[in-house]
């Protein structure tokens, strides 16, 4: 945290170097998660809407190139936090994306840096997987004009990337629940952001399938270079995947920093009410939840 | 070629064809059957193409009912069909509402109030055949301009799709209340007021067609260059909003266009019903569901199925002529059921 006000004025420049090369991020070793660039940076951010305050007082750091999971019990505001973030809240406070102010930025301008996936997407039916997928390509081009040849090969990258192009003339309707989570995948992938915001990217999927995408986006952020934010409610996961984990509870942040400093026993029975025990493991920690006794 | 362009191609000249053919035998067919090789080649006479030599020009009483009745009559049922159908297709797309149709928002109940009110009050030396259509024209704009106030009054946060269509509801019932009132207080003009509602071209004539023609235009430009705006909205507004698109604005500006050209279509037939309905489903169908594809398509589906429905009106019970808006829906609906039967198993 103390590194924020330096980060904040560097970030411009490194973050768009970052995403433009594509190839500074293999410099960047996931094990170091703290980079002094903030790729996202939240300060102050509160989100009332009538009467209810879902959110106050948010201070967070994301580090370009690093995953960062919002966790928290139901109603904590991780899927709010999230929403406020891509713009699609109002809030007090002050959203900064490589250093600009998100309020600042036009729609496109902000689509291009900044990709979201909400809990449950709206797939349209009939749509086709390649069609979806190219709906990503909307910042970079005038709603009047069709995709040009270098959005296809975007779009073609991105179907390869998570192994759709046997899919792609296929329509929505037809893809299983794992699929469809990969074509929306896709979708953000093909708007070639920096940031990226997965709400809960995991909560129609059985454990596999889970898994399975998880680590799909823990390659594309190393590949391509993406800094991910993404609230996960599943906590044994939360510890395995993300680098850093923010705990949100009641609208504020109760905790912030590595998995074994934020998923403690004692928080998670303080803020879930919850009876786990936590143990190291090779990646993150490991959370296994403890059955009441008697 | 992929297969979405291709498939989008073969649509537009399917329907495009299917358009051609309706007009050609709109004109054919009547009491006075003309030949379609004379059709053509009186046609090409007079836009200065008769070198082409096509076939035996039509005499000229032929010419007159071609060029004064049947022509003005089919073109401006390709005009209302059309225009119809695809701002039937937009207001799908706006509202992510398959059952959404053009008269959604208090177009229909606001155009029958104005002709009503016109034939009820207005004296006969201000001439009501040309009085109708404008008020109808305004009433369908006063309409959806309410409903439209009363929603973005209502709905300030969040999605304004749900609170724009009970506010469509709200004033629809509001205005047929009204419409209603006035109605039956006028007993006398009963006749005349239904055939109104009911939908009619049989007095289309080429000040119809003037008429409706610049907002027809003008609205079906508008709502062609939409379709990827509206392809972009299909994943939700949320999601439109993160990819750089305003949906509260595409939203404003499609249903402003959809509404000019359905309230210039109404002016000039009533309320034909249906159309704004089967037709978009029945392209999305059998051409994909891209607004890109379905926009176009059901602009040249929508005139083709209506100058059918024309023909069919004024061929099986000559010399009497059924109400348009009876045909659409009675050859529409079964023909809607049929083709829901056959394409569910293919595409659930």
């Known amino acids: ?294 | 070629m992929d297969p979405v362009r291709r498939r989008r191609a073969v649509a537009l000249v399917v329907a495009a064809s299917l358009l051609l053919l309706a007009l050609l035998s709109g004109v054919s067919v009547g009491a006075v059957p003309l030949a379609p090789s004379g059709v053509l080649a009186t046609l090409l006479d007079a836009v200065g193409a008769g070198g082409l030599h096509l076939g035996h020009p039509l005499t000229q009483l032929q010419a007159g009912i071609l060029l004064d009745y049947r022509m003005p009559r089919v073109v401006l049922a390709a005009l209302v069909g059309g225009m119809l159908a695809v701002a039937g297709a937009s207001y799908q797309g706006v509202f992510r509402n398959p059952l959404a149709d053009p008269y959604l928002l208090g177009a229909a109940a606001g155009a029958g109030l104005g002709a009503t009110l016109v034939i009820d009050f207005a004296p006969a030396s201000l001439g009501r055949s040309g009085a109708i259509p404008l008020a109808a024209f305004a009433g369908a704009l006063t309409g959806v301009g309410l409903a439209y106030a009363l929603g973005s009054v209502a709905g300030r946060s969040g999605d304004g799709r749900a609170t724009l269509l009970l506010a469509g509801v709200a004033v629809a019932s509001f205005l047929t209340a009204m419409q209603t009132l006035v109605q039956q207080a006028h007993t006398d003009t009963l006749q005349q007021v239904y055939s109104w509602i009911l939908g009619q071209l049989g007095s289309g004539q080429w000040s119809d067609v003037r008429l409706m023609l610049p907002y027809a235009a003008a609205s079906a430009l508008v709502l062609l260059l939409s379709g990827r705006a509206l392809d972009v909205l299909a994943v939700g507004d949320d999601e439109a909003a993160t990819l750089g698109v305003r949906p509260g604005r595409v939203r404003f500006t499609v249903l402003l266009a959809a509404s000019l050209g359905t309230a210039s279509a109404v002016a000039v037939s009533g309320l034909i019903g249906f159309v704004g309905l089967v037709v978009p489903h029945l392209v999305r169908r059998l051409a994909g569901g891209s607004y890109r594809t379905v926009l176009p398509v059901s602009l040249l589906g929508g005139g083709a199925f209506l100058v059918l429905a024309d023909l069919v009106a004024r061929t099986v019970l000559a010399p009497a002529e059924l109400p348009i808006g009876v045909v659409t829906a009675f050859v529409g609906a079964p023909f809607f059921a049929a083709l829901l039967r056959v394409t569910g198993s293919a595409s659930s």
Do not use: C, F
Request: hydrophobic fraction near 40%; charge should be positive; glycine fraction near 12%.
């Open chain 1, 1 to 294: 945290m103390n590194g924020r006000a330096s980060g904040a004025t560097a970030s411009g420049v490194k973050v768009s170097g970052v995403k433009v090369s594509g190839t500074t991020r293999t410099a960047v070793p996931a094990e170091v998660p703290v980079s002094e660039v903030a790729a996202l940076e939240v300060r102050g951010l509160g989100v009332r809407v009538g009467r209810a305050q879902l959110l106050s007082g948010v201070d967070l750091t994301v580090p370009a190139g690093s995953w960062t999971a919002v966790v928290g019990p139901n109603g904590a505001g991780k899927s709010t936090l999230l929403r406020a973030i891509a713009g699609l809240l109002g809030y007090q406070g002050q959203v900064l994306l490589g250093g600009r102010d998100a309020a600042s930025l036009r729609p496109r301008q902000r689509a291009a840096t900044l990709g979201y996936a909400p809990q449950v997407p709206t797939v349209p039916q009939a749509m086709s997987v390649a069609e979806y997928v190219t709906l990503g390509r909307t910042p970079y081009r005038s709603l009047l004009a069709g995709p040009r040849s270098d959005d296809r090969d975007v779009v073609t990258h991105a179907l390869d990337e998570l192994d759709l192009t046997p899919l792609a003339d296929r329509p929505l309707r037809t893809l299983s629940g794992g699929e469809r989570q990969r074509a929306v995948l896709a979708r953000a992938l093909a708007q070639q952001p920096s940031v990226l915001l997965l709400d809960e990217p995991t909560s129609a999927l059985d454990l596999g399938h889970a898994q399975n995408v998880l680590e799909l986006v823990d390659r594309l952020r190393w590949e391509q270079g993406l800094t991910v934010l993404s609230s996960l409610h599943d906590l044994v996961l939360a510890g395995q995947y993300a680098q850093r984990l923010v705990l949100l509870a009641g609208g504020r942040m109760v905790a912030e920093g590595g998995p074994a400093q934020v998923l403690t026993a004692q928080a998670l029975a303080t803020h879930y009410g919850a009876r786990a025990e936590v143990s190291p493991g090779p990646d993150g920690v490991r959370v296994h939840p403890v059955r009441r006794p008697g």
